[in-house]
Nanobody
Framework: QVQLVESGGGLVQAGGSLRVSCAAS????????AGWFRQSPGKEREFVAA????????YYADSVKGRFTISRDNAKTAVYLQMNSLKPEDTAVYYC???????????????????WGRGTQVTVSS
């Protein structure tokens, strides 16, 4: 059983940067694929980025490509999301998720992830 805890959210001005972190415990997180999703009020949870268990492959939603970077440190059992050039529309609760098996076709689907954190709020002011 993997437990995930996000941190690092906060309030930032448009154009600014923020890094959110996800600390994992339990299970064998280093062998799990991981992803970041976000959800804003009245909207469905949406895929942001994913990273393979080895860290060698990364994938991004078109809306964040070129601005966000996902990374992981398996020694520290953590996953990070570096967010640059933030926009007000990036405002959301950001969730970390993990799954033992994913494919390119399924990594953007929230229901394919087995473990979730409780989320961290990111607010971007204009």
């Amino acid at each position: 059983q993997v437990q995930l805890v996000e941190s690092g959210g906060g309030l930032v001005q448009a154009g600014g940067s923020l890094r959110v972190s996800c600390a994992a415990s339990g299970g064998t997180f280093s062998s799990y694929h991981a992803g970041w999703f976000r959800q804003s009020p009245g909207k469905e949870r949406e895929f942001v980025a994913a990273i393979s268990w080895s860290g060698t492959s990364t994938y991004y939603a078109d809306s964040v490509k070129g601005r966000f970077t996902i990374s992981r440190d398996n020694a520290k059992t953590a996953v990070y999301l570096q967010m640059n050039s933030l926009k007000p529309e990036d405002t959301a609760v950001y969730y970390c998720a993990a799954a033992p098996t994913l494919s390119i076709a399924t990594m953007t689907a929230a229901n394919k992830y087995d473990y979730w954190g409780r989320g961290t709020q990111v607010t971007v002011s204009s």
